[in-house]
């Protein structure tokens, strides 16, 4: 059997790196694509799941993470920051721990998932809450950069998304080919544009034969690239896309036009209808952010814009265990207690 290495050693012919290079690495990439029948059924094409939140934190950031702080290491810098919903902070602390740095997280105070600020916790950064949005936090956090010796690992930082783009390499190795669109949340942009780099490196490379449309999703209080402006107070439950200035605005742009996709908003509501959906019908709990694109994909299929038959790849891209909080909210949760006693358990389930 195949033992994985992590994406920076699996791919090393397509990363910023050689044999020479200290790799750090908790073993990222190597997620599973799972098919998804009866969203697949719904929407009459075959739509697979990439699944991110199998990642060693959690969520898609360990690719770019591996990455960047391999190249961190490499500089000789010592200590790193980033500004962040939740994911970032919680890979750059595991990944900064791992190689023994120092991190310097920066987050939107009282809006970030419990699980994630567990993560920064425990993996031993150091935690500044600032009382404004992630946008302000990635101001803060670029300016020290300039200013400080503090290596910046947000995606701004190219080697972030020399790593993300090695899912969309996965893709390719999983489906045989590209898929006919890929579909993915969309939030600072630096995934969206990563996925585009690493789909057209698959096609130089002779891993795929054409490229996918790239159909992005934002939640629709936080959609600066559907209003074509940046939004000063974006507000939406997936935690993870509430972002109004996105970094990445040219690369995403490019990656929608180019590939001929495009970029929608989907409601609060169609997000956490689509994250029950992918729990109780597929098996994969996502965070609410991940859902984005499954309500996006359920939207067009609506208005009967999928094309039938086409292959379809979403990328699910941090784990439900994250943000419990948001799951359960609104479901009535009434455990039946029962004595030690089988008949009493037969009984109350109707047997
Ligand atoms: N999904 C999840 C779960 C995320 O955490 C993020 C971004 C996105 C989607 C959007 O990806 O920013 O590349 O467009 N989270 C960042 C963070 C901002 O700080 O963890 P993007």
Redesign the pocket.
Known sequence: AHVWNGIIREYLDRMPFDESDTIVTLGEGGTPLVPAPSISKEVGASVFVKVEGMNPTG???DRGMTSAITQVVKDGDHTVV??????????AAAYAAHAGLRCVVMIPQGKIAAG?MAQAIVHGAELVQVDGN?DECLDIVRELSQNYPIALV??VNPYRLQG?KTAAFEIVDQLGDAPDIHM???????????YWMGFKEALQHGDSTRLPKIWGVQAAGAAPFVAGHPIKDPETV?T??R?GK?A?WDL?IAARDESGGWIRAVSDSQILNAQARLAADVGVFV?P??A?PIAGLLAAAALGEVPAGATITCTV??NGLKDTATALAGREIEPTVIPVDTEAAAKVLGL
């Open positions: 969520s898609f950031k980033c500004a962040s919903t939740g994911n970032t902070s919680a890979s994630k992630f947000n995606s993300q993915l949340p969309v939030g600072n942009a630096g995934n969206i544009s990563a997936a993870a896309i972002i996105p990445s995403a965070e952010a991940s984005a891209t941090g």
